[in-house]
């Protein structure tokens, strides 16, 4: 079965710190570009970073530039998203996709393969 599961998401304080992971199955991470996406409640999926499959990583958000870095390990086939300085504002379901090839790396339309979501929330 063809999947990704994302993992890490917590209750953290503001400016507190926490590491999502995706783990694939089924598929060859090293094959294909990932991204990170956050949705709101009431809100379109957003995206967060996303990294092609020779590693180059692009900011979706400009919220997150300096605080939020994505990286990959093929050889574990899986993906993940540090959060530093967490804020009150990335309250959010987080959730990995997986493509072969993307013009927009940041369009969530994009994507072909979805996690099911992990929740963060940034509260005192």
């Not at 990932?34 to 020779?54: A, D, L, M, N, Y």
């Not at 979706?60 to 959060?83: E, P």
């Not at 969530?108 to 963060?120: A, E, L, P």
Request: with cysteine; hydrophobic share 30%; charged share 20%.
């Amino acid at each position: 079965q063809k999947q990704l599961v994302e993992s890490g998401g917590d209750l953290v304080q503001p400016g507190g710190s926490l590491r999502l992971s995706c783990a694939a199955s089924g598929i060859a991470l090293r094959y294909y570009a990932i991204g990170w996406f956050r949705q709101f409640p009431g809100k379109e999926r957003e995206g967060v970073s996303s990294i092609s499959r020779t590693g180059t990583s692009t900011t979706c958000a400009d919220s997150v530039k300096g605080r939020f870095t994505i990286a990959r390990h093929d050889a574990k086939n899986t993906f993940y998203l540090q959060m530093d300085g967490l804020r009150p504002e990335d309250t959010a379901r987080y959730y990995c996709a997986a493509v072969i090839n993307s013009p927009n790396p940041c369009d969530h339309g994009t994507y072909f393969y979805w996690g099911q979501g992990t929740q963060v929330t940034v509260s005192s």
